[in-house]
């Protein structure tokens, strides 16, 4: 298992699959993220606390087409999935 993908699984475990609301999700995930942050040295060192919240809330308000690498577009005819 990559590394990335081992961080992901032990600081954020519920979010491959859960039954929680999806604001109790994003708070968990908001400490999950400044945890992360302070365990590797990140902030407040190299990063501030309120950039990293917003950054935070940025990625969040993205629409998971961007963050997955699909691209979806429609017209009233028809519609496409494709990869980028």
Known sequence: ??????IYTVYFPW???NSMHNAKIQQKSLKATFEILKDFDV?????TKSLAF????DLVDTPV???TGLIV???PYEVEVTNL
């Open 15 to 17: 979010e491959p699959c």
């Open 65 to 67: 087409e961007l963050v």
């Open 43 to 47: 902030s407040p060192t190299l990063l």
């Open 73 to 75: 577009s429609s017209t």
């Open 54 to 57: 917003l950054l935070f809330n």
């Open 1 to 6: 298992m990559p590394t990335l993908h081992r």
